[in-house]
């Protein structure tokens, strides 16, 4: 996720880097045991409302953005991001973060 401008927050006029695998307003998904590696983006992007969602045991490395970005919405909860290895992330957006959380994102690690 890069901000550009105002500092990051719904509305402050942050700008996310889209994500290779994007997912938008899901209910129970679950992402585990997968290696993103060489994307020139964020790896999983989880936007708007999501909520039971289990992401774990993944490899993330070498992106260009960010690794895994759970963020803004009205009604994240009940997520569970644990046991991911997450690095070497933002090579080209310098302000990419491995594991970005938003909203209520309970029980991480």
């Known amino acids: 996720m890069t901000a550009r401008g105002a500092p990051p927050g719904p509305g402050a006029g942050y700008q996310l880097v889209p994500g290779n695998v994007a997912f938008r307003s899901v209910r129970r998904v679950s992402v585990e045991g997968n290696r993103f590696t060489h994307l020139g983006a964020q790896a999983l992007d989880f936007a708007e409302?999501?909520?039971?969602?289990?992401?774990?045991?993944?490899?993330?490395?070498?992106?260009?953005?960010?690794?895994?970005?759970?963020?803004?919405?009205?009604?994240?909860?009940?997520?569970?991001?644990?046991?991911?290895?997450?690095?070497?992330?933002?090579?080209?957006?310098?302000?990419?973060?491995?594991?970005?959380?938003?909203?209520?994102?309970a029980g991480h690690r």
């Open 49 to 105: 409302d999501g909520s039971s969602l289990v992401i774990k045991r993944n490899v993330v490395e070498d992106t260009s953005g960010g690794g895994i970005g759970l963020n803004p919405g009205a009604k994240n909860r009940n997520n569970r991001i644990e046991d991911n290895w997450v690095h070497h992330v933002g090579r080209e957006y310098r302000g990419g973060i491995g594991i970005s959380l938003w909203g209520d994102a």
